[in-house]
């Protein structure tokens, strides 16, 4: 979560909040538009994973990893929903029930 946004905080600096000038530097560099790309496919899913994830488990809160991940990145997203799943486990030594 720091490691991407130390990486685009000093742009963000020195150009504010332009969103036609971030849209220009990424069509202009194919690696740029590369990896927003990967980023945008990898939010897209892991996003989708939460719903489904979410509702099979009947979770609540899934607004929770999926602002997260929309605010900051899957760097974030990921990481707090897992969290919340494990959270969401019964506590301590119960076996699961097994017909015998």
């Not at 963000?12 to 069509?27: A, C």
């Not at 990893?65 to 969290?83: H, I, R």
């Amino acid at each position: 979560m720091v490691l991407p946004w130390g990486a685009f905080a000093p742009w963000l600096v020195q150009h504010g909040i332009d969103l036609g000038l971030l849209w220009q530097t990424v069509r202009d560099s194919p690696v740029a538009a590369f990896a927003w790309l990967d980023v945008i496919v990898s939010a897209l899913v892991l996003i989708a994973f939460i719903v489904v994830e979410g509702r099979r488990r009947q979770m609540r809160r899934l607004y929770l990893p999926v602002l997260a991940t929309c605010g900051v990145g899957v760097s974030l997203g990921l990481p707090l929903f897992l969290w919340m799943c494990e959270c969401q486990k019964p506590h301590g030594n119960a076996q699961p029930d097994v017909a015998r």
